[in-house]
């Protein structure tokens, strides 16, 4: 890259406003006028105050290069800002028009196979295109020359869902660039990839091809023969999409210095290193399309994920759907009261816009059955539209009093793109075993105990916890074990699981004992590492740190030796029964490094985080309550604590603080007994 250094003010965030903005992605350029007008009726009702237009809308804006006719968007921008909205302006360049596919065969993308696309779909562009670069560029800039300054103007959204890979020959190049950058030298880069296995040392900088499924790869994208090869492919591709954006961005703020600009990303979603692109967007917003009915631990996550990117700031929920998704083979209703649930959950963890996709339900191709606002008939009297239009009334009614406000955690779970890449693109381990599925696993115990969690990145400042989780830390890099170790000498505490402090930043391992460099901070080292099926289990017996029982464990079983570690668990089963399976390495200054060698069940990771929360006294109100949902917000206005019923049963509690329900406008004493319904919510501004 040349020019990621961009400059990005802090001061680009979205200013305050009376309320969390409601509304989503609008179409009415696939509409006849009198339907906008049934839009902006319905959108009154449900008090929708924000719409995104122009996602999709390159060809409509250009039917040639360099050619560029506002006329309908315009109309479309007239209507909106008459109606009192404000709107969200896309960049459009998510999909590419016909024209300029077939024009310029070298932005449509070659896939993992090596098959150059022609036109079709969506999100098909290659980032290294020089003509796709410089077309997308030139329409953000009319566009932002276009609506720039305009009063209803709340923010750019660049591109959309920014995802996927291209292996054409123009990446390969741009790939050879970055290469060059990153290492200087071809020895550095056969040094870093291990190049003399299997006879891959490169002695000229163009043998280096794009690594897919006709060079290095067999069985897909995690079957690679060279980790470092494929890593430095992940980190390309990020980066080269991030570039997109940063074109984009600088083409914005040649015409509007101040509107925020952000681009929608898709939380949990392993493409694109969201902390490598975090200091260039202004605010983060994300699309939350849950993968199962019940993905309250996930989405409490990938929240919290999102809001970490920019360092506890406010995020949007830039897309939900009211109802149903359309992209998956079965695709379930949002229960009655999920949808405001969820929309809370979201505004409980840091957001303060809430958005759909979409406003109207589409006539045609794929997602004419996706949920909408309002339907294929336009019904006001329906139950998603009544939904809708309750959760409007309930932001209205709570006004202000979280916009802006700040998650006060002083537990931290750390997420590393590298580390995900890494451990799941090896053989060796289990394959089995995912990144996101550790990760979600601490991540759901600390929300079960009602704790309040920042998700953040491995190069993060971890000076204000008191707690910091690291799961699956495969990959050591930027000083992160002294940063962790910095938390123990205060008196906090860490947790680290098997598999962490196994490879370098080039994936290549430690001449070592594992867990590597973090050997000493955890005193212990791995002398084995056994993987099996899932259904075997290996009973862990605690006996240390005041615990006792069994725990279940599976897929991953590390064979630890403790060097000053107390053993916590060891497990009772196979030839290493016996053996320590999690130990406890307690510091002068109070606190301890407590690692964790196998893959515990949900019971017995609540069980070690729990043990670990209790030392610094951080487990929260309403722990027992497995499906209660706590999270809180501090701010200007206040402490605003969420209670958040995901059962389908009600749920009986004892009110952890006074303060009044911003919903209802209830007064609630501090001991009251409470009843939440199922799917119940209190919004508990606390005195
Ligand atoms: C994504 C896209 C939207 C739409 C929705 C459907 O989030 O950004 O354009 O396709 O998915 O769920
Ligand atoms: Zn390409």
């Known amino acids: 890259m040349t020019d990621t250094d961009i400059v990005t003010h802090t001061d680009h965030r979205p200013a305050a406003r009376e309320k969390v903005l409601y509304g989503g992605d609008y179409n009415p350029e696939q509409w006849p006028r009198d339907v906008w007008e049934q839009d902006h009726n319905a959108f009154d009702l449900a008090r929708i105050d924000t719409v995104t237009l122009g996602v999709f809308d390159w060809a409509l804006i250009s039917n040639a290069e360099g050619k560029y006719d506002f006329t309908s968007l315009d109309e479309i921008v007239t209507r909106v800002a008459e109606s009192g909205r404000q709107f969200v302006m896309a960049t459009a360049t998510g999909a590419l028009p016909p024209w300029l596919a077939h024009q310029h065969p070298e932005v449509n993308r070659t896939d993992f196979e090596g098959r150059r696309h022609v036109y079709g779909q969506r999100h098909n562009a290659c980032p290294s295109s020089p003509v796709f670069r410089r077309l997308s560029t030139s329409l953000a800039g009319a566009t932002a020359e276009r609506y720039a300054g305009h009063p209803a103007l709340v923010a750019w959204h660049i591109g959309n869902e920014y995802g996927g890979a291209c292996y054409c020959k123009n990446c390969a190049a741009s790939f050879r660039v970055w290469l060059r950058k990153r290492y200087t030298t071809l020895e550095q880069l056969n040094t870093a990839w291990n190049a003399s296995f299997w006879s891959h040392t490169f002695s000229d900088w163009e043998q280096i091809v794009s690594p897919n499924a006709i060079s290095e790869h067999w069985r897909g994208p995690n079957h690679t023969a060279f980790q470092g090869i494929t890593l430095d492919y992940l980190r390309f591709m990020s980066d080269a999409m991030l570039q997109n954006f940063i074109d984009e961005k600088a083409a914005i703020r040649e015409h509007d210095a101040a509107t925020p600009a952000t681009t929608n990303f898709m939380g949990m979603y392993r493409p694109i290193d969201y902390h490598r692109w975090a200091k260039h967007i202004d605010f983060a917003s994300w699309d939350n399309y849950p993968p199962t009915d019940r993905s309250e631990s996930r989405m409490a996550l990938t929240h919290d994920l999102m809001r970490g990117l920019k360092g506890g700031d406010p995020f949007w929920v830039m897309e939900q759907t009211p109802t149903i998704t359309a992209s998956r083979d079965i695709n379930p209703l949002k229960r009655p009261g999920v949808l405001r649930l969820w929309s809370w959950q979201s505004v409980a963890h840091g957001a303060d816009a809430v958005l759909y996709f979409q406003m109207r339900q589409s006539r045609g191709a794929c997602e004419k059955y996706h949920g909408a606002v309002l339907d294929h008939a336009g019904r006001m009297d329906t139950r998603a539209f009544r939904e809708v239009a309750q959760l409007g009334a309930d932001f209205e009614r709570v006004g202000a009093a979280v916009l802006g406000a700040r998650t006060p955690a002083r537990v931290a779970v750390l997420f590393d793109w590298d580390s995900w890449w890494a451990s799941e693109i ?49 990959m050591l890099k930027d000083d992160v074990e002294n940063r962790l170790r910095a938390v123990v000498e205060r008196g906090g505490s860490i947790v680290s699981t098997f598999l962490s402090g196994r490879v370098d930043q080039d994936t290549n391992a430690f001449l070592a004992d594992a867990p590597g460099p973090l050997a000493p901070l955890f005193g212990v080292r791995v002398e084995e590492t056994d993987s099996l099926p899932a259904e075997s289990i290996n009973r862990i017996a605690l006996s240390g740190a005041g615990l006792d029982g069994f725990l279940g464990s599976r897929s991953i079983f590390e064979i630890l030796v403790p060097e000053g570690a107390e053993v916590v668990g060891a497990y009772a089963d196979d030839f290493y029964a016996g053996r320590a399976a999690v130990t406890r390495m307690p510091s002068a200054a109070g606190g301890a490094a407590w690692y964790v060698g196998a893959l515990l069940d949900p019971d017995g990771v609540s069980v070690i985080v729990r043990a670990v929360l209790d030392e610094h006294d951080l487990i929260g109100p309403y ?16 402490r605003v604590s969420f209670l958040l019923n995901h059962a389908d049963a009600p749920v009986s509690i004892i009110a952890h603080a006074a303060g009044t329900d911003l919903i209802t406008g209830d007064t609630v004493g501090n001991g009251d007994a409470l009843t939440l319904e199922p799917k119940g919510v209190i919004v508990l501004r606390e005195n």
């Not at 115990?445 to 400042?461: E, H, I, K, N, S």
């Not at 722990?623 to 206005?637: H, K, M, S, Y």
């Open 426 to 474: 090896t053989d060796g381990l289990n394959r089995t075993v995912t990144y996101p599925q550790v990760v979600l696993g601490y991540h759901r115990a600390l929300w079960q105990a009602g704790v309040q969690v920042d998700v953040v990145a491995a190069d993060a400042t971890l000076d204000r916890y008191d707690i910091v989780i690291a799961p699956l830390l495969h």
């Open 623 to 638: 722990a027992d309550e497995p499906d209660l949902e706590f999270a809180v917000r501090e701010g200007a206005g206040g």
